[in-house]
């Protein structure tokens, strides 16, 4: 596995799962279609292409309902389906993430996805997107249903990678190479034991902001700023989708409490929800909804509004540690018209760690 934000001696908040992923959560599965190929100049429809799918979903329920709801902090941006979540208050099947420009047809093999495994007329799938134009020809169109399919069945629990991989491959974050990532934390027992995961994919935030464990890493670190080889490009301050899961017994207006406060762990790492920048996110509970008696009454469980404190500081602490991790385990990538834009350098990280915080050495 790549590094990761604690193989690094960062001091975080919680205590994670044995993944330290999304996956933690019992049942919750993650895949990623990866597209790498070509280089030099753009020709659109040929390439470079740097761009791919990642899927999230819950492999024993198929297409049951789970609570869920969504919550957008600046909303340049797409996330499909949200508006029958907010109506209903229900999430159904997999969550999928990709490039703006591919939503349609992730969406559209979702559907088809969705009706072959399940026998589903219509459905409302749920698609998010970043922007991944700098280094990826996303005017080519280059995902394809085979792409959300193979995304789709590599699913599995346990080990999630990150960085470069899926959805992510070609984004950049805080003027870094950007992409997936993914934390956990476990609430102690006296709140419950709860499992909360976060899966994000992170595309956004300037790099003068950047801040890990609330070292100014952004300042001090003002070179490897991403290279234009294009006239034409635009800021890079683009956008992050997080996804939040939960064991905990929770109604849709309680998950969008846990919605709510994925910005401020956004905000920890220094993301500001800027102008361009499309902030979506997602949170749904895996507690079984339980079927309605012969009157259509469902007997439903929910945890006490005073007692989810935890849960928001869960949320927090996994939306920060996932963006860093994203940030750790991605590459230095070379796109479209030789753009290049370089990793977060560990060892420089881990210097500034050293001057501006006390932390145990290795």
Not at 163 to 176: E, K, L, N, Q, Y
């Amino acid at each position: 596995m790549k590094p990761r934000a604690r193989d690094l001696s960062i001091p975080l908040e919680g205590t994670p799962g044995r993944y330290n992923a999304i996956t933690d959560v019992p049942g919750i599965q993650v895949g990623h279609t990866t597209l790498v190929s070509g280089e030099g100049r753009l020709v659109v429809g040929q390439g470079p292409v740097r761009t791919g799918v990642t899927a999230i979903r819950m492999e024993s329920k198929g297409y049951e309902p789970l609570y869920a709801a969504w919550y957008s902090l600046n909303g340049c941006g797409e996330m499909t389906g949200t508006t029958w979540i907010e109506e209903s208050g229900f999430l159904y099947g997999p969550i999928l993430t990709t490039n703006t420009m591919s939503v349609g047809v992730v969406h559209h093999a979702l559907g088809k996805w969705l009706f072959e495994n399940y026998h589903i007329p219509a459905s409302l799938p749920v698609v998010a997107e970043t922007y991944d134009g700098f280094l990826n020809d996303i005017n080519g169109f280059h995902v394809n249903e085979e792409h959300v399919y193979q995304a789709l069945q590599s699913t599995q629990p346990g080990l999630v990678d990150e960085g470069c991989v899926g959805g992510g491959t070609g984004m950049v974050c805080h003027g870094f190479k950007g992409g997936i990532g993914t934390a956990s934390r476990i609430l102690e027992v006296e709140h419950g034991g709860y499992t909360v995961g976060a899966l994000v994919q992170a595309n956004h935030g300037s790099r003068r902001q950047l801040r890990v464990a609330g070292a100014p890493v952004g300042m001090e670190i003002s070179d490897l700023m991403p290279e234009y080889h294009h006239p034409d490009e635009f800021d890079l301050s683009s956008s992050i989708i997080v996804i939040i899961a939960t064991d905990c017994p929770l109604l849709p207006h309680q998950l969008k409490r846990l919605a709510r406060r994925v910005p401020l762990g956004i905000g920890r790492v220094g993301g500001m929800g800027e102008h361009f920048s499309g902030d979506i996110f997602l949170a749904f509970s895996t507690e079984r909804v339980g079927d309605p008696d012969e009157d259509g009454v469902r007997q439903i469980a929910s945890l006490r509004n005073e007692k989810m404190n935890p849960l928001f500081a869960a949320v927090v602490q996994a939306t920060e540690e996932s963006i860093l991790n994203a940030l750790v385990a991605a590459e230095t990538m070379c796109g479209i018209n030789g753009n290049t834009v370089y990793a977060l350098p560990h060892d420089r990280l881990q210097a500034i760690m050293r001057r501006h915080i006390f932390f145990k050495d290795e």
